[in-house]
């Protein structure tokens, strides 16, 4: 873990855990989600790396939470984030599974 994603007990922005990168309300609320998956992904990841299969399931879930569309302009049903907040979300992905993190960020 990088020395500035250590949990601290100082709260910012509605009562997360303060993270000097994290800029705004939607970033905390995204990171927030993403920290969610994350821990579920955590689970199965090392069973995917270890039989080399795709895991459906956690593309199934970024789906279901609308991370798939992060990216896409807001007039075509995306969220139109920045590359600054789609990295932040990737780097919070990866800390549960890197794989699937990779693949996201391969194609949005």
Do not use: C, N
């Not at 993403?34 to 956690?58: C, N, Q, V």
């Amino acid at each position: 873990m990088y020395p500035h994603h250590r949990l601290s007990s100082e709260r910012s922005l509605a009562g997360h855990v303060h993270d000097p990168f994290i800029r705004t309300e939607e970033e905390a609320g995204l990171l927030q989600h993403a920290e969610t998956l994350a821990e579920t992904f955590s689970k199965s990841a090392a069973y995917y790396d270890r039989t080399g299969t795709f895991p459906i399931e956690h593309y199934a879930a970024l789906h279901d939470a609308g991370f798939l569309t992060l990216t896409l302009p807001k007039h075509l049903g995306g969220r139109e984030i920045s590359l600054y907040t789609m990295l932040l979300v990737l780097e919070r992905l990866a800390q549960g599974d890197g794989s699937t993190a990779l693949g996201l960020g391969w194609h949005l």
